[in-house]
């Protein structure tokens, strides 16, 4: 009996050790599940924060000027981030996202870009245009939209305004035609005073052959004058000779 009851506290106490054990290992799995599942969300936000610095969001406006020229069915505008630092060098497209448009509204528009991929002391600027399935460009924006880009850039939404690749020619033709005049004013403009400086100078000459001659004149009629004078003392001298001729002959007689 005593060795009975001997054999049953030892398998009592063996399940005891052998239930603390047990708990102890839970304990233990959950500790390092909650550390793992710790490790793993702070992965994961330095993998979100590292994807945040890696890239950011260019946001604005697309407006397009009112004009008699409807915009394109199912319209569809490219906006693109581009590198314009070398004005020598064709633009570098740094990111590009496309907006779908219906109707003349405005329409906003986000573009993300890589701030890896972007150098923030070069310029950089935004351009918008809409092409047919053709790749004919029909609608784009004509000015120069600059951005500040960068991991450290804080820039405002932009507006950017589009307008159809003919109205922008017709600006074009009329800049080219009032150039032509203008031209043609001060090609006339430089023909009138070439006509006045001749006439100036035609008058001038008339004035100095004028002059001339009346120079000639007076020197001629002077060259007469002290002729005559000349003439007139000699005639002078001579009577005088001979009257005193004449007394020396009286004299002698």
Known sequence: MK???FIA??????????????????????????????????SEQASQDGEQQASKTLEGVLEFVATDTPLPD????????????????????????????????PVEFSLDYPTDQVDPGHAHALRAEIRDADGNLLWTSPQRHQVEVGPDA????ITVSLEP???????????????E????????AAADTADDAM??????ADATQDAAGDAVDATQDAAADVAEATEDAADSAAEEVDEMTEDDAQSSQ
């Open 3 to 5: 060795r009975q009851l």
């Open 165 to 179: 690749v003919e109205s922008q020619g017709s600006i074009a033709g009329q800049a080219l035609e009032d150039t």
């Open 9 to 42: 506290a030892a398998l009592t106490g063996t399940l005891a050790l052998a239930g603390c054990d047990q708990a102890d290992d839970s304990e233990q799995s959950a500790a390092d599940t909650a550390t793992q599942t710790e490790q793993t969300t702070g």
């Open 154 to 157: 804080e820039q405002a939404p």
């Open 199 to 204: 006439d100036a100078a035609g008058d001038a």
């Open 181 to 188: 005049n203008a031209v043609d004013q001060a090609g006339d």
């Open 74 to 105: 199912d319209a569809r505008v490219t906006v693109s981030l581009l590198d314009v630092a070398r004005a020598d060098a064709p633009a570098t497209t740094i990111s590009e996202t496309m907006v779908d448009v219906t109707g003349s509204d």
